[in-house]
């Protein structure tokens, strides 16, 4: 029995397609409320724009399979965006000239990606596969490598926030999708799966880092909040202790003086008396 299934396979790469048009929607609407990309690598998502490249090129001239073409064109143009939000809130830019970066980065992209499958077609006319294979690996770092710089973020701070962790869980169902899809493909495609494959793998790593840190996060801010008893300055716990016993001395003084005054006085008077 044949695992090739077209309408499987094109309806697996749609949903992917899906999943991976609206991915990065919750990252977007979660900097612009809280109008701050902190915690976001300001590396990440320039990485994956610049990523579209060659997995397009890729996807173009060796899957054939219009969702999965479609689907790198998505994730560029939400990927950018989120990186003119990093220039905006983070690097302080203008609404203007973070937009007019995010144009000027989709027009790049694109350019180079047209001019990268002329170039591959026309390797392949002659006999070669030599430049797809190369971009279809340089994706798959690309993509891959562009967690690096979030793991850094993560570990530095101890704490995964500034995620949007329903971001992410998007964009690991889009790999999940896409990497099956390729299961009803005429012919599996070993690459692709590794890049949606390590997707899936990294994103999971991020669940576990939140689960595992941010607990302890906000046990670590509760404990710094609790009030601390003030201390006198240059003052020893030695000093504090004789300073208080002599001042309980001191409040105990006049009590006792009468009572031995009035004991010299009897026994002088006894003596007087001779008693």
Known sequence: MTRINAGAANG??????????????PQIWKSHRSKSTEGLSPWIMII??????????YNIVSVGNIPLIVQPQAFAALCGLSWAQVLHYHFKFSVFKSLLAWLGLLATIGTLEVAFVFACRAGERHGTSAGTTFFGVLAAVMILGGFAPQYYEIWKFKEVFGLSLLFIFIDMMGALTSCLALVFEPEFDILASVSYGGLVILEIGIFLAAAILNPRAKRRRATEAEPVAPVESGVSSFQRLSNLSSRALQSAWPRTRPRRRLARSMQRTARSNGV
Do not use: Y
Not at 12 to 25: E, N, P, R, Y
């Open 48 to 57: 994956w724009s610049a990523a579209a490249i060659p997995l397009g090129t």
């Open 12 to 25: 697996l790469a749609t949903l992917g397609v899906i999943f991976w048009s609206i991915q990065v929607i």
